[in-house]
């Protein structure tokens, strides 16, 4: 097939519609660049752009400061010993995962952890063992039962579990398990806990040692203001030979990391945004509070909110048999919800949801969220006349 041009016309430049919008899709707002980060994508967009000033390792590049980023303030920011950068989450949780384990052992997951947990274990070839939650309106992970997933693969296979993980908060619910009682519960065992901050790293403070897990993930593009694909994986020391293990052929390249992970415009909008998402941090009790008061606005709407109550992230999970009632007799039928918000520069509610969703308040802010509470009602009043 011939490359020609009504082929090649698709392509070029492409505006982003919802750029613009009030997003409160959970994937977006810890991922929305700073002013100083939108400059850095342009400043730093070539190619392998940082690569000018590499001596043959990444981390160590120290100008522009990757080596501050990733070996004094990243291990400060996370409380941990050794931090590097990936291109997500999921890179740093197989990273650990494929070191940690051999072929046929276990990690043990909270029956909750995204996809990307279960799939990076099966890339690993490491069996998974899931600890229960309460099901509903709460989905709390039963702490408890990691002794008991601990124990069953301990009489299965005679062998502790290489890992166990939890996913902090959870991406459904937007759950804050105990996690120091899980870390006690594992190293009771001898088995490290990894924490996937995903959603927390970025967003709220996190404290790696004090928690008591040995692994920490987070994700640049979902919750620290960054371009992806990049991820930061921070190691307790007793760990990071064995994670950050180097090639016997290649001295100075390291084998999980193939080498060199962000090579360019993703690790210097991390930089750029970084002061910016430590001060964020520092003001968690803020978001907490935001989403708190607009978790109440919709419940005054019959709007009910699943998952910890009262919720500690921004992350929420309602059920609308308000919005599910309207959707059986609306005109468009299911995706009334979805088109009404796009009338008002709302986006984020999946197309086609009305009874169950999940949103994020985090960085939105209260007026924002007023609007959009607002227009949830004025839907409701429309629709119900
Ligand atoms: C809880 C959780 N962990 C991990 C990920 C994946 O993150 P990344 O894209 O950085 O691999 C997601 C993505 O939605 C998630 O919800």
């Known amino acids: 097939m011939e490359l020609d041009d009504s082929i090649l016309n698709k392509f070029g430049f492409i505006a ?14 810890g991922g929305k660049l700073t002013e100083d980060a939108r400059k850095a994508l342009l400043e730093w967009g070539d190619g392998y752009s940082v690569c000018d000033f590499c001596g043959g390792v990444l981390d160590l590049i120290k100008k522009p400061p990757i080596e501050e980023l990733i070996h004094n303030a990243l ?38 952890a995204h996809y990307s947990s279960f799939v990076a274990a099966q890339r690993a070839r490491l069996n998974v063992k899931t600890v229960p939650h309460s099901g509903s309106p709460e989905y709390k992970t039963d702490v408890e039962a990691y002794a008991t997933a601990i124990e069953e693969v301990i009489s299965e296979t005679g062998k502790a579990p290489a890992l166990a993980q939890v996913t ?51 994700s640049g593009h979902k919750s620290m203001a960054s371009s992806g694909p990049i991820g930061v994986l921070g190691v307790k020391e007793d760990y990071a030979d064995i994670v950050f293990r180097k090639s016997p052929t290649h ?65 929420m999970f309602f059920e609308a048999p308000v919005f599910y009632e309207i959707s059986q007799t609306a005109k468009k039928g299911r995706y009334f919800l ?48």
């Open 16 to 29: 982003r519609g919802p750029k613009d919008a009030i997003n409160i899709d959970p994937l977006q707002t």
């Open 168 to 218: 902090y908060p959870d991406g459904s619910y937007g759950n804050l398990a105990d996690v120091k009682r899980i870390s006690d519960i594992c190293h009771s065992y001898d088995v490290p806990l990894m924490l996937n901050g995903a959603y927390s790293v970025g967003r709220m403070p996190i404290h790696a040692k004090k928690m008591g897990v040995d692994f920490v993930v987070g």
């Open 251 to 315: 001295k100075v390249k390291e084998l999980e990391l193939l080498g060199c992970t962000a090579r360019g415009a993703t690790v210097m909008t991390m930089i750029a945004s970084f002061p910016e998402v430590v001060r964020r941090t520092q003001n968690w009790d803020n978001e907490v509070a935001d989403a708190r008061w607009f978790s109440a606005k919709l419940e005054d709407m019959g709007i009910i909110q699943m998952g910890d109550k009262p919720h500690n992230h921004d992350l």
């Open 338 to 385: 979805y088109k009404e918000l796009k009338k008002r520069n709302i986006h984020g509610i999946k197309s086609g949801l009305t009874k169950y969703f999940k949103l994020s308040t985090f960085q939105v802010g209260r007026e924002n969220l007023s609007y959009i509470a607002d227009s949830f009602q004025e839907i409701i009043d429309t629709y119900q006349k």
């Open 75 to 112: 291990p400060a920011f996370l409380d941990t010993d050794a931090v590097r950068i990936t291109h997500g989450a999921r890179e740093s949780k197989f990273a650990v995962m494929h070191s940690m384990g051999q072929e046929g052992d276990y990690v043990v997951l909270d029956e909750l």
